[in-house]
C-alpha cells in the first residue's frame, strides 16, 4: 500500500465525515483542517533528506477520530482511563531509487498497522501504551510502545513534552533496517537486526492565532537499539522528525 494511496484515503474518510456530520455536529465534536511540511531523517546511509508537504486533518468526536496518520474508534473514556481501537500509518522505508548505495534493494514501504492504545490521566501528564500489528502485509511485525506526556497551556501557547519506549518485533526491524542475502554486496553485508527497543523525546509547540487558526511545530528524537546502529544500511544513532503544519479549526 503506497502512502499516496493511503493519504487519500485518510482525505477521503475525513471529508465524508464532515460532510454528513457538518449538519448535525454536537459540542464535542472537533474539526480542523491544514497543511504542513516534514523532514524525517531516520539515518539510512547515502540518503538525501528532503522537506515534503503533508495534508493534516482533526476530526474527533465521542466515538471516532482521526489525527493526522492515525484513526479509530473510542472504545471506552472515563476521566482516568481512555481505551481505543487505532490504525496508524507509519512512513518508514526508501525506495532502491533514492541512492546509488541502495541500488539492488528492495524498497522498503510504508505501512498501514492496528491495535489498541490505552490512555491513564496522571495527576501530572498522561501515560500511554499502545500495541499495533502489521495489517498491510509490508513488515508483518509488531510494536509495543509507551509514552509520557505533559501537555501545558500558557497563554496562546501549547507546549507539549513526550518521552517514549518502543519495542519492535524482529520482523519489522529485520524489514526497515536489514539486508537480505539477495541484496548483500560488498558494500552491504547480509544483516537482521532482530526484536530492538528504542528510546526518545519529543517537543511540540502549538500557538493559537485566534479560535480559528492554529500553527504547530513537532519534534521528535529516537535513539536506536545497537542492533539497529550495527546495520551496514544505517550511518546515525538516531531519528530526527520534524513537522511544522498551519490548521484551520471549523469547530
Known amino acids: 500500500?503506497?502512502?499516496?494511496?493511503?493519504?487519500?484515503?485518510?482525505?477521503?474518510?475525513?471529508?465524508?465525515?464532515?460532510t454528513s456530520?457538518?449538519?448535525?455536529?454536537?459540542?464535542?465534536?472537533?474539526?480542523?483542517?491544514?497543511?504542513?511540511?516534514?523532514?524525517?531523517?531516520?539515518?539510512?546511509?547515502?540518503?538525501?533528506?528532503?522537506?515534503?508537504?503533508?495534508?493534516?486533518?482533526?476530526?474527533?468526536?465521542?466515538?471516532?477520530?482521526?489525527?493526522g496518520l492515525e484513526f479509530g474508534l473510542h472504545l471506552q473514556q472515563t476521566k482516568t482511563w481512555s481505551l481505543d481501537a487505532l490504525a496508524k500509518i507509519r512512513l518508514e522505508g526508501f525506495a532502491a531509487e533514492d541512492s546509488d548505495f541502495f541500488q539492488g534493494m528492495n524498497?522498503?514501504?510504508?505501512?498501514?498497522?492496528?491495535?489498541?492504545?490505552?490512555?491513564y490521566q496522571l495527576p501530572a501528564g498522561k501515560l500511554n501504551l499502545s500495541l499495533?500489528?502489521?495489517?498491510?502485509?509490508?513488515?508483518?511485525?509488531r510494536e509495543i510502545k509507551v509514552s509520557y506526556a505533559y501537555p501545558q497551556r500558557k497563554g496562546n501557547w501549547l507546549i507539549f513534552p513526550k518521552?517514549?519506549?518502543?519495542?519492535?518485533?524482529?520482523?519489522?526491524?529485520?524489514?526497515y533496517f536489514g539486508v537480505h542475502r539477495h541484496e548483500a554486496t560488498e558494500?552491504?553485508?547480509?544483516?537482521?537486526?532482530?526484536?530492538?527497543?528504542?528510546y526518545g523525546v519529543g517537543l511540540t509547540l502549538g500557538y493559537y492565532l485566534s479560535k480559528q487558526h492554529e500553527f504547530y511545530f513537532d519534534s521528535d528524537y529516537s535513539i536506536y537499539d545497537s542492533a539497529i546502529k550495527n546495520s551496514p544500511i544505517v550511518e546515525d544513532s538516531n531519528s530526527i522528525k520534524f513537522r511544522l503544519r498551519y490548521a484551520y479549526r471549523f469547530w
Open 132 to 141: 499495533l500489528a502489521d495489517a498491510s502485509a509490508t513488515h508483518e511485525g
Open 163 to 175: 518521552l517514549h519506549v518502543e519495542h519492535q518485533s524482529d520482523d519489522l526491524a529485520n524489514y
Open 1 to 18: 500500500m503506497s502512502v499516496s494511496s493511503m493519504l487519500r484515503f485518510m482525505i477521503f474518510a475525513t471529508l465524508f465525515c464532515y
Open 187 to 198: 558494500a552491504r553485508s547480509v544483516y537482521a537486526p532482530g526484536a530492538s527497543l528504542n
Open 21 to 67: 456530520l457538518v449538519q448535525a455536529k454536537t459540542p464535542n465534536e472537533t474539526l480542523a483542517l491544514g497543511i504542513g511540511v516534514k523532514y524525517d531523517n531516520l539515518g539510512y546511509r547515502s540518503l538525501d533528506r528532503e522537506i515534503t508537504p503533508f495534508p493534516f486533518i482533526h476530526y474527533e468526536d465521542q466515538r471516532f477520530f482521526v489525527r
Open 107 to 119: 524498497d522498503r514501504d510504508n505501512a498501514l498497522e492496528v491495535g489498541l492504545s490505552l490512555g
